[in-house]
């Protein structure tokens, strides 16, 4: 079963515009952590924002954390067409593994 | 690139047979997690190796099984493939304490099972 859901499934913007993908989770965490990847093969660890930390920034990547809603959210800041790929939340459960969401399709068109 | 490497890239077998992926960790990783991912869905969390033992284990049947070497590489085994095992499966290192899934997890580019 998968602890997260992400939405949108897909979102295609334009270019140098932001993107923001929504990620929802059902149990307590330690951590969460965003993923990308292209074209089905390895994933990319982005960023891991622990259960105790509200925003956390890496360069044009900008992520929040709220427990209390048990929601979190990636912020893709002037979008380029490398940005393009498929983008996965996972959190890490009270056992320390990993649970992975569906994922949000990210296009960039030109 | 991670330093993570995974064989075969792509494989193709038919139902009832068996197979075995490797994956070859990072450099100074103690902890290997297997994952598998069917198209168009997140992955699903198999199994994961501490120090040469399982710690930790998905919804997967006995047919799933693993071996962590000391070198911390290693192999996951399927028995009797059913047509719905084809997917991408995924190696991710880390070097973890204790046995927890604390810190980033470094992916390999996954092996590609096709079943028929």
């Known amino acids: 079963s998968q602890q997260g859901e992400e939405d949108p499934q897909a979102l295609s913007i334009q270019e140098g515009e932001n993107a923001t993908m929504n990620c929802s989770y059902k149990t307590s965490i330690n951590n969460l952590q965003w993923y990308r990847q292209n074209s089905g093969r390895g994933l990319v660890h982005l960023i891991l924002i622990r259960s105790n930390e509200r925003e956390k920034h890496s360069g044009r990547l900008r992520v929040t954390l709220d427990t209390s809603k048990k929601s979190s959210s990636l912020l893709i800041t002037a979008s380029r067409a490398a940005d393009t790929a498929s983008y996965f939340c996972?959190?890490?459960?009270?056992?320390?593994?990993?649970?992975w969401g569906a994922g949000t399709k990210l296009i960039i068109k030109p | 690139e991670t330093g993570v490497t995974q064989s075969p890239t792509h494989l193709i077998k038919t139902r009832g047979q068996q197979v075995t992926l490797r994956c070859s960790s990072q450099?100074?990783?103690?902890?290997v997690s297997w994952y598998q991912q069917a198209l168009g869905q997140g992955p699903q969390f198999i199994f994961q190796y501490y120090r040469e033992e399982e710690n930790g284990r998905g919804n997967f049947p006995p047919r799933f099984s693993g071996l962590q070497f000391p070198n911390y590489s290693s192999e996951l085994n399927v028995n009797a493939l059913e047509l719905d095992d084809s997917a991408l499966y995924l190696c991710?290192?880390?070097?973890?304490?204790?046995?927890?899934?604390?810190?980033?997890?470094?992916f390999g580019p996954g092996t590609r099972l096709t079943v028929l």
């Open positions: 450099s100074g990783h103690n902890t």
């Open positions: 991710a290192s880390s070097r973890e304490l204790a046995g927890n899934s604390y810190n980033e997890q470094f």
């Open positions: 996972a959190t890490m459960d009270s056992n320390y593994q990993l649970i």
